[in-house]
Structures are given as structure tokens and as C-alpha cells.
């Protein structure tokens, strides 16, 4: 986890704009804990319980990452003789409250020892993760949780608990929650700041923006300020995650590109542009699927954008934690699709595609690349049915060539690949397609 640095005794507005700087970057750390999901049951059962075993391939033990700590750790701002506001002078404050612990991957492996934690700078870059900001800008950078340790001693910190702020705001609107949480930060005079957690008993999501602000409309009201954040724009695929990409490069349009091309022109050369890709989850979400019918939920976060191609209103028949039975297979054709309706999806939005660009516009769309956790029969005939359907290339999750690093993060590798497709069903993080209008299917 990052510690989010704050400006002190400095005017306010720019006070004002470093708050804005930590919560937005806040923001995205609540969206990546929330959504990612593990995938590759049976590669972490492998890593967690038996890593001893001498059979196991070096590339299934869970990696170390002791380059990237080491990188983390000499970070330049981790430095208790810079000049304010960083130093020993500056203003700190870390969230503990979002560390999750029932959501996303975590809901999985709470009781299996996880010895080597994934440094976040594994997932993505950017100064949320400890990176720098942009030219002129001078809002003091993030540093992790160990060099917070140096800079702040328990008894020198001022505790916030979140449920002393949240019962107040928990149902207002998401800009409305945003700006209580910065003027608390802003006006309080401590150098050190710990946001915590109550006990699970009382609140059991702790969180500043939890799950019940991610799974409502109330959050789309940050969408222009999360867009437009430096914190956002800088946001970037970690060189981990990118490494996957480029190695993966040639599965995506064999023969077609030309390996020799120098590493920093890899960028440039753009198999995705003929890539079509859908996030089909599946392994324990078909129970999680009755849970949203159960409670009537309706896509995600920024899915519920209204310029985006699609929506689902959840039908009539809903009473607190009760549905009725007839609801069902409206939320499962959503949830958990079979296949003739993925099938039909990606077609439809294939030739929407064709339909509604012009032939300078258009890619040569030859390519689906199928984000999943499954690994049964049931996606060999996913496989074929694409094939018949007039896919030259299927690629999915598991076809993926990755070291024991790459594999930890392969869930930020399917996001970076659907990101960079031309054409994107499904749901997830997907801010960074939307920013720059990309076309995005909600599934």
C-alpha cells in the first residue's frame, strides 16, 4: 500500500489541489482493490500450499520481486532531508482503511499464508504508486508504507476512523463524499495522518469510497474530475505488465510483425488494433451471480455512464434481499452467459463496429482475445464456436506465455490488452479507454 503525501502550511487552493492529487489517487487504489479478481485457481493453490514440492516449475512459485522492492525502496523522495513539504517536515497520511480483505482477490486466500505481498509498483505506474508528477507540478510524491513507518511514528500520528466520518455521508453523492474527506485532510493541522479501519462488526467496508458508492450511480458525479486528475492521466502500465505484453506480441498477429524492430518502437506496432476483446468470467461467479440477482444489482462504477453503448436496468420485482424467481435468467443471460449468447455478442458488436465506422477508420478485426479464469472443456467449445463463427486468432487468459511475475499480475495484463484492443466488451477498469473515447461494449 502507498502513503499519500499532503502539502502544510501553503495557500489554500494549493492545498486544495494536493488533496485533490490524494483522493483521486485514493480513488483508483479503492477501484483496483474492489475489481481485480485472482485468476488461475489451481496456479495460486500451487504457489500457497505446496511450494516446497521439488516438480513445481520454478515459473509457478510466487515470486520474490526483491528488484522491485529494492527500486521501491530507494525511491528519492524516501529522504527525511528533503525540503518541505516533504522530509521530515512534510505532511503524511495513509489510509490502512482500504486495505481489502473481503473483496476482489482477497475474498479467496484469507486463510492461505500469501508470504511474498505483490509491491503495488507490479500492478501499474504512476504517482499513485510512487511516481512522479508532471512537468511544473509540485505536489509532494507518494512514498510506501515502510518509509511512512520512518517518517511517522505511531505516537506522532493522528488517527481518523472512518467510521466517525461515514455514517454522516455513507448514501450522499460520490463529489459530495470526496469533498467532506478533503476538507477533513485540509483543515486538520497534523503532520501525520492515519486513516483507519473499525472493527469488521460495525462497518464491514471500511473503505473511504467503499463497495456500495463503486455499485451505485452516485459515484458517476467524480467521472470529469477522476478523468481529468494528473493522478489518472499519468496512470500507466507497470514495465512488468508491459514486458508481458511485448512477449505475448507475436500471438496476437503471427507472421506479421517484425521481431527485430527495436524494444522502444514496440509501441508503435499495434496487433491490438485488430483485436476484439471480452471479459467472460466465470469458476465461482456463477454463485455470485445469484447474489446480483438477489439484490437487483445493475453494472459497476463507470459503466453506468450514460454515453457508453449499453445498459442494463434490472427489472421490476425487487424487495430488500429478495427477487423474484422469473428475474433470474435476465441476470444470468448478463452474469453468466452461455454460449451461444457470447457468440451472438461478439457478432453483433463486430459488425455494429463495421456498420458504424468508416473504411478508413476500420481495422482488419481477425483477432479475439477472450479475458477468463476458467480453464475447463467449457472454453475449448467457447474456442471452437469463435472459430466457426469466422475468428482467424482465439487467444484467452491461458494461452498467455508469463514468467512467475508476470503471472502474479495477470489480471493487469488482461486489463493493458483490453485496453490497447480495438474493441473492448465486457466490464472492469476501463477509465483509461474511456478517456480517449475508445469503443466500449459493456457486457
Known amino acids: 500500500m502507498i502513503c499519500f503525501r499532503l502539502a502544510y502550511g501553503i495557500k489554500t487552493g494549493h492545498s486544495h489541489k494536493v488533496i485533490k492529487h490524494l483522493s483521486v489517487a485514493l480513488f483508483i487504489l479503492s477501484i483496483v482493490l474492489v475489481l481485480c479478481d485472482v485468476k488461475h485457481l489451481r496456479k495460486f493453490t500451487t504457489y500457497y500450499i505446496i511450494p516446497s514440492l521439488p516438480f513445481i516449475d520454478q515459473s509457478d512459485r510466487p515470486p520474490t520481486y526483491d528488484d522491485l522492492r529494492k527500486w521501491e525502496q530507494n525511491l528519492p523522495q524516501h529522504n527525511l532531508d528533503l525540503q518541505f513539504p516533504e522530509g521530515k517536515t512534510g505532511r503524511y497520511v495513509m489510509f490502512t482503511s482500504s486495505q481489502v480483505e473481503v473483496l476482489g482477490w482477497n475474498n479467496k486466500f484469507i486463510n492461505v499464508e500469501w508470504t511474498p505481498h505483490t509491491p503495488l509498483n507490479a500492478f501499474f505506474s504512476g504517482p499513485t504508486a510512487g511516481g512522479p508528477w508532471g512537468p511544473g507540478d509540485s505536489s509532494p510524491r507518494s512514498i510506501s508504507d515502510k518509509w511512512y513507518e520512518v517518517v511517522c511514528p505511531k505516537e506522532e500520528r493522528k488517527y481518523i476512523n472512518t467510521h466517525d466520518v461515514k455514517p454522516a455521508i455513507y448514501w450522499e453523492d460520490g463529489i459530495v463524499i470526496f469533498d467532506h474527506w478533503r476538507t477533513i485532510l485540509s483543515e486538520a493541522p497534523e503532520q501525520c495522518i492515519e486513516v483507519i479501519a473499525p472493527r469488521p462488526e460495525i462497518d464491514s467496508t471500511p473503505q473511504v469510497f467503499d463497495l456500495h458508492l463503486w455499485g451505485s450511480g452516485r459515484s458517476l458525479s467524480l467521472w470529469e474530475e477522476f478523468k481529468n486528475s494528473p493522478v489518472s492521466q499519468l496512470l500507466s502500465a507497470s514495465p512488468i505488465v508491459r514486458s508481458a505484453i511485448e512477449t505475448n506480441l507475436p500471438s496476437f498477429s503471427p507472421g506479421e510483425l517484425d521481431l527485430q524492430v527495436p524494444q522502444s518502437n ?151 490488452i483490453g485496453r490497447r484492443s480495438e474493441l473492448f466488451i465486457g466490464n472492469g477498469v476501463r477509465k483509461r479507454r474511456l478517456a480517449i473515447h475508445l469503443p466500449t461494449y459493456v457486457n
Open 266 to 416: 514496440v509501441s508503435n506496432i499495434t496487433p491490438f488494433s485488430n483485436t476484439l476483446s471480452a471479459h467472460i468470467r466465470r469458476g465461482d461467479f456463477r454463485r455470485q451471480c445469484r447474489h446480483f440477482w438477489t439484490w437487483s444489482s445493475t453494472y459497476y462504477n463507470w459503466n453506468l455512464l450514460p454515453f457508453l453503448l449499453d445498459r442494463f436496468d434490472p427489472p421490476p420485482g425487487f424487495s430488500w434481499g429478495a427477487n423474484i424467481p422469473q428475474n433470474l435468467p435476465i441476470f444470468l443471460k448478463r452474469c453468466w452467459p452461455d454460449i451461444p449468447t457470447i457468440i451472438k455478442r461478439i457478432h453483433d458488436v463486430r459488425e455494429d463496429y463495421l456498420r458504424t465506422t468508416t473504411t478508413q477508420e476500420q481495422k482488419q478485426l481477425k483477432t479475439v482475445y477472450v479475458m477468463t479464469n476458467d480453464n475447463s472443456p467449457w472454453l475449448d467449445e467457447l474456442r471452437l464456436a469463435l472459430k466457426l463463427d469466422g475468428w482467424e486468432i482465439v487467444l484467452t487468459t491461458s494461452d498467455l506465455i508469463l514468467n512467475a511475475e508476470q503471472k502474479e499480475v495477470g489480471v493487469s495484463v488482461d486489463m493493458e
